[in-house]
């Protein structure tokens, strides 16, 4: 049961160092519930860091992460929808063997809409992931990803070395996939693509938070668009 | 959730071994063309490719384990099976099962290649007097050898689960952030601190025993008398369970080890 009152995830003094390097700073922040937050900031900026933090893949950090109200653990990795920026699955599997797979890890999973979605893609079920272009690579995780009714989607640089057509399917699948009642963050550094749908952003610039607000309120302190925002804060 | 980790830990594996059971066994029958004249020298030629393959399985399977391992925790694929709502415990205990189940095979298809090639080549089902089974095992019962038998095969399953348990420890020690870039040398050189330690730890109990192991030793240095052989078993069973214990002792530490540093000290790259 989706429990309203709690924010999607609570972020605490977080801090995580790579050797002398530190790629988040004290990082306080609270992503509410049923919006779509765009975390932005150029590359390096801590944004997949952050992300591996959310979703269980970093666990050697300082600082306090809850997802829900829950720590990070096999309980948030149930809640979390994950896409990472990259292909993750056995050179094995064919479409069917990853989408039985996600049905038999995730009780959330609805197997029908993931085979329709992956059958308006044109995709055969029993072609080889490995056998696929990028593109369609990306476009299948996206529908494996986008087929579950998660508490909190996390999409890490989902536009990233796509065409602007996939582009445009890609944030359509978002939007039209996703439960109302559920979170999506959306990271990536190609902010005019992604502009139209989010409904908070938060700039990160090494490691620290430079901005987080609502887009309608941020648009009309600055009378400014996010794209143009952004290249003021992170001008080089 | 365990069940189905081990499902597809199995899915993901058995392509590996099943490539090499199948050699091995088509070696072992192509053997029996020696007994061709006109195929002799190919009979030749897959006998000592049996040979081979029994070595090449036995290194391919420990390496393919570690593999599997490293691939699908600290690879790409761990972005998939590290996000999966399990817990540590059961992300290493559904591939530490897998990888034994697959060394029990292992061992199970080599047994029967090598009695297979026992008949090609001797024919030693045909001389068998399986009636002197039954007199084997009263003889083993009577002198409580059973038990001896039953804390060896024990003991082998302990050793292999100790195996695999050690090369997972290592490999988790190895991607710390800290050996980020030496991590074969740092996988290694945990394999090897593991050995000492353990060697230290057994040279430390069989010095403090060694006072009962002398006596022990110089009870039956001429030999076991017939009315002793059971308290000389005794003995036997109960060096064998001490050995028995501390392996599992170290393969507990290592699978704790193992389980804490994924659970507080992961950093996927």
């Known amino acids: 049961m989706k429990e309203n009152n709690v924010p999607s995830a609570v972020i605490k003094n977080l801090t995580k160092s790579y050797g002398g390097f530190t790629a988040l700073r004290d990082v306080n922040l609270v992503l509410p519930k049923g919006k779509i937050i765009g975390l932005l900031g150029p590359n390096g900026s801590g944004k997949t860091t952050l992300i591996k933090i959310l979703t269980g893949l970093i666990t050697n950090y300082q600082g306090e992460v809850l997802v829900e109200g829950r720590p990070v653990g096999a309980d948030t990795k149930a809640l979390i929808s994950y896409l990472p920026d990259r292909n993750y699955f056995a050179d094995w599997m064919r479409a069917r063997d990853a989408i039985f797979l996600f049905s038999d890890m995730y009780a959330d999973f609805n197997g029908a809409k993931a085979f329709q979605m992956i059958d308006r893609l044109g995709l055969n079920a029993n072609q080889k992931i490995k056998s696929m272009s990028k593109g369609m690579i990306d476009k299948f995780q996206l529908c494996l990803v986008m087929s579950r009714e998660a508490h909190l989607y996390v999409l890490d640089e989902p536009l990233g070395g796509v065409d602007p057509a996939a582009r445009d399917f890609i944030l359509d699948t978002v939007l039209k996939n996703y439960s109302e009642d559920s979170s999506v963050i959306i990271s990536t550094h190609l902010i005019s693509d992604v502009e139209r749908i989010f409904d908070t952003v938060i700039f990160l610039k090494q490691g620290e938070i430079m901005l987080c607000d609502e887009i309608d309120t941020l648009r009309e302190k600055t009378q400014k668009s996010v794209d143009q925002l952004f290249r003021e804060v992170f001008k080089c | ?269």
């Open chain 2, 1 to 269: 959730m365990l069940g189905k980790l081990l499902k597809y830990e199995i899915k993901s594996t058995y392509r590996e071994f099943l490539g090499i059971y199948c050699a091995l066994i088509a070696s072992v029958l192509l053997t029996w063309t020696m007994k061709l004249p006109q195929l002799e020298t190919v009979g030749y030629i897959a006998s000592i490719c049996v040979f081979a393959v029994m070595v090449a399985a036995v290194v391919i399977v420990f390496i393919s384990i570690l593999n599997a391992f490293n691939k699908r925790i600290f690879g790409r694929q761990g972005y998939l099976n590290m996000t999966l709502p399990a817990s540590t415990h059961q992300q290493v205990c559904s591939r530490l099962l897998v990888s034994v189940m697959w060394c029990l095979i292992t061992g199970i298809v080599m047994t029967i290649s090598i009695f297979l090639l026992l008949q090609i080549h001797g024919g030693i089902f045909n001389h068998m007097n399986f009636g002197e089974l039954g007199d084997l095992w009263t003889a083993l019962w009577e002198n409580n050898l059973v038990l001896t038998i039953v804390l060896i095969l024990v003991s082998i399953l302990v050793s292999i689960f100790a195996i695999v348990l050690s090369l997972y420890c290592a490999s988790t020690v190895a991607h710390l952030p800290i050996f980020r870039k030496f991590k074969i040398v740092a996988g290694i050189l945990t394999l090897v601190a593991f050995s000492f330690v353990e060697s230290r730890v057994v040279s430390l109990l069989t010095w403090m025993g060694s006072g009962w192991l002398n006596d022990l030793g110089a009870r039956f240095s001429h030999g076991v008398p017939m009315a002793q052989i059971p308290e000389f078993v005794g003995y036997l069973n109960l060096i064998i369970g001490i050995a028995l214990l501390i392996t599992v002792v170290f393969s507990l530490a290592k699978y704790f080890l193992t389980t804490y540093l994924l659970s507080k000290h992961m950093e996927l790259e």
